[in-house]
Nanobody, 123 residues
Framework: VQFVESGGGLVQPGGSLRLSCVAS????????MGWYRQSPGKERELVAN????????DYADSVKGRFTISRDNAKSTAYLQMNSLKPEDTAVYYC?????????????????WGQGTQVTVSS
């Protein structure tokens, strides 16, 4: 199982970025997908997730209305469109596969994390 994240970079506040995650080693269409981020000195947090079949999405309150998660099952790729970026969005972003339990997204913790992609929001 492998996740290759890309699309990060340096952007000014108010700008946009689109992250991509190419997944391999499993049947992509059968798993829910999620995006996490981690800033220095902070715990990794789930920012967005999308169900496998219904494509129903959910977001952390801190990004709701600004970020959009999507997926292309034919390309085994998940995306995170990030608009109206703020300095507090600065972090390394990771994608994961998972499932839903008790109404919440759960990452498959047997998977290793990808290398992530750095997003820096600064003027």
């Amino acid at each position: 199982v492998q996740f290759v994240e890309s699309g990060g970079g340096l952007v000014q506040p108010g700008g946009s970025l689109r992250l991509s995650c190419v997944a391999s080693g499993f049947t992509f269409s059968t798993y829910s997908m999620g995006w996490y981020r981690q800033s220095p000195g902070k715990e990794r947090e789930l920012v967005a997730n999308i169900m496998s079949a219904s494509h129903i999405t959910d977001y952390a309150d801190s990004v709701k209305g600004r970020f959009t998660i999507s997926r292309d099952n034919a390309k085994s790729t998940a995306y995170l469109q990030m608009n109206s970026l703020k300095p507090e969005d600065t972090a390394v972003y990771y994608c994961t596969r998972g499932y839903y339990s008790g109404g919440s997204y759960r990452r498959l913790n047997t998977d290793s994390w990808g290398q992530g992609t750095q997003v820096t929001v600064s003027s």
